[in-house]
């Protein structure tokens, strides 16, 4: 049996097939399909060839990065335009996403080594208590964030004149479309048209006639951090988790297996997270440099609602700008929901050995897509509730993700170094300092708003205000 063949085989149940009993489900022989045009394209020679299997095996980790860029994420760029400029942020922002490369990659190996979730081997490897506590951990993460994407939504349709209501259905119609095919190609294949419109975001910052010149020279002279106090703090560790959170973990390992990836696959795995990577970061740039002109104008962020920032653009980047400002936070908070409520799907499916594939017709999934759209209704319904004070919603879930995000990473970091499960393809050295280089990153991030919170007054102690 080839690689490829037994990736497309995957535990059912509490079933796990041996070499005398074989379980195929549906979901296999989609998956077999899937991997009988990767063996195709592997087998012929030339740039069209090479280019068609990159075709094919791309999409986790372009999704990943793209899906990250969600709503609460664009509008932490856009507060961090707005306050303070472009000086510290580009470059601190595409710091970020080398985070996020480093993190993933590791993901891809996990998947295509072991053709298992990331829920699933923590349940495995550590025992249930830390695989219902990552579980857990992640529901309520990504509970939060979801609430905070069809915020997004609301309020970026909210621009256009449409009712609370009929934002939310919006997006619940698109998501249910994306899952009708049942098959985790189509699906991936859709997403990734969506996601293709978070580089909305760089012709509203081409709008907005930024001075090109600052903009290379904040890149090769990082001027330091504006101050150092809470409210900075807040913008710094809201911008980390813009773009490192635990849901990408569970999500680009878990789509890896549902794409049936294999060990030949890692390095085109590599390139689409970091292709991914790029994309995002032209975006989440192209956020700041679009709502730097606020920071120019002196107009404070704190008086701005979400769709509010469109609204305060439109006199500096005209009607057009401003609109494309708004849907580039609907299709931002529609791809996270999307993947974000997957996400929390694979997991639980993982940890409580149920089928859990977007290749499942829907009488066999539906365990599998009744988390899904259950977290969906949730959160589209909290998001009704009038009052909501949505920047600061949104700046406390990110910082709520870097907190989360150390545990998940040790996690990942032992599971990725255990050489029972990864044979030859454990961490190299090199890796594996880098990963703790972004844990300890992350954690002193943590630590100093969690002091901050505690002990106020240390800033002025260390020079702060």
Not at 24 to 42: G, K, N, Q
Not at 277 to 304: C, D, E, K, R, Y
């Amino acid at each position: 049996m080839t690689e490829d063949s037994k990736s497309s085989i995957r535990r059912v149940g509490n079933a796990t097939p041996t070499a005398n009993a074989v379980v195929i489900t549906h979901e296999d022989v989609d998956r077999a399909h899937d991997r009988a045009r990767v063996s195709v394209a592997r087998g012929q020679r030339g740039f069209t060839s090479k280019a068609r299997l990159l075709w094919l095996l791309i999409g986790p980790g372009v999704l990943v990065m793209l899906g990250e860029n969600d709503g609460p994420s664009m509008l932490s760029y856009a507060a961090t335009g707005a306050t303070f400029g472009i000086g510290f942020f580009i470059p601190f922002v595409v710091l970020t996403f080398c985070m996020a490369i480093v993190v993933q990659e590791m993901t891809v190996r996990l998947g295509a080594s072991t053709h298992r979730g990331h829920a699933e081997l923590i349940f495995d490897r550590f025992g249930p208590f830390w695989g219902w506590f990552s579980m857990i951990d992640l529901g309520i993460g990504n509970f939060l964030t979801l609430i905070t994407e069809f915020i997004a939504i609301r309020a970026g349709l909210g621009f256009f004149g449409v009712p609370p209501w009929a934002a939310v259905l919006v997006a619940l119609v698109v998501l249910y479309s994306a899952l009708m095919s049942h098959r985790y190609w189509t699906w991936e294949r859709i997403t990734l048209a969506a996601a293709a419109l978070n580089l909305i975001f760089i012709p509203v910052a081409i709008l907005a006639h930024p001075n090109w010149h600052a903009v290379g020279s904040s890149l090769i002279n990082w001027k330091p951090l504006p101050g150092f106090n809470k409210d900075t703090l807040l913008i710094v560790l809201a911008d980390i988790g813009a773009t490192v959170t635990p849901w990408m973990l569970f999500f680009q390992q878990s789509a890896t297996v549902d794409k049936g990836m294999t060990t030949k696959d890692i390095r085109f795995g590599r390139i689409d997270t970091v292709i991914g990577a790029a994309l995002a970061t032209a975006a989440a740039v192209a956020t700041i440099l679009a709502t730097a002109p606020l920071f120019a104008h002196q107009m404070s962020a704190g008086n701005f609602q979400a769709a509010e920032f469109a609204q305060a653009l439109q006199p500096l980047i005209g009607r057009v700008g401003a609109s494309l400002f708004a849907l580039g936070i609907v299709e931002a908070g529609i791809v996270a929901s999307i993947t974000i409520a997957t996400s929390s799907a694979y997991a639980f499916g993982e940890v409580t050995h149920k089928p859990h594939s977007l290749n499942l017709p829907l009488g066999e999934g539906k365990p599998f897509y009744s988390v899904l759209s259950l977290c969906a209704l949730a959160a589209g319904a909290i998001v009704l509730i009038p009052g909501l004070p949505l920047v600061y919603v949104v700046l406390i879930v990110n910082v709520v993700a870097v907190l989360a995000m150390p545990p998940a990473l040790v996690f990942l970091y032992m599971l990725v170094n255990d050489r029972e499960i990864m044979g030859e393809r454990v961490s190299p050295p090199w890796a594996n300092v880098l990963a703790m280089a972004v844990v300890v990153i992350l954690t002193a991030a943590g630590v100093l708003f969690g002091t901050s919170i505690i002990a106020p007054n240390i800033f002025a102690w260390m020079g702060g205000k």
